[in-house]
């Protein structure tokens, strides 16, 4: 009756539609979203604090757009800490993170068969722990794909 052809049913129409024959992403220009390997940003907290901050929450959506639909990916989420306080105190609290984090994505979506978490308290520091700045991107959380 003259409405343009979406043969797939994705909301594109088959004119604008570079795979009209597959349900897409408006982003993928109506082709199905592949999955490929990217790189995700650490999300960074606060002294002694487990609480996501906004910018980890923007952080956090970016990473859970960039994933789409993909679903090959297991995501293991590592916590860190800073040196101050105690191994076992920062243990914990590397702990708390993560799982901040897990149950941010899985809010988001982001199925939980396909995610996990780990703490690493204060033993894997990314640079020096001897200045403020240091300590800052030491109390981080990061992610591992496979």
């Given at each position: 009756k003259g409405c343009p052809l979406d043969t797939d049913?994705?909301?594109?129409?088959?004119c604008q539609d570079d795979c009209p024959t597959q349900p897409g992403t408006k982003e993928n220009k109506?082709?199905?979203v592949t999955c490929v390997d990217f790189d995700v940003n650490p999300v960074y907290f606060d002294f002694d604090k487990s609480l996501l901050?906004?910018?980890g929450k923007q952080a956090l959506d970016a990473f859970v757009s960039k994933l789409g639909d993909c679903k090959n990916f297991e995501i293991v989420v590592?916590?860190?800490?800073?040196?101050?306080?105690?191994?076992?105190?920062?243990?914990?609290?590397?702990?708390?993170?993560a799982q901040e984090v897990?149950?941010?994505?899985?809010?988001?979506?982001?199925?939980?068969?396909?995610?996990?978490?780990k703490g690493y308290g204060e033993t894997q520091p990314i640079t020096s722990n001897k200045t403020d700045a240091g300590r800052?991107?030491?109390?981080?959380?990061?992610f591992t794909l496979y």
């Open positions: 049913g994705d909301g594109i129409i088959d109506g082709c199905p901050r906004p910018e590592n916590g860190h800490t800073c040196n101050i306080g105690s191994n076992n105190y920062n243990q914990g609290l590397s702990e708390r993170r897990v149950k941010y994505l899985i809010t988001k979506g982001v199925g939980n068969a396909y995610i996990g978490s800052q991107k030491n109390r981080r959380v990061e």
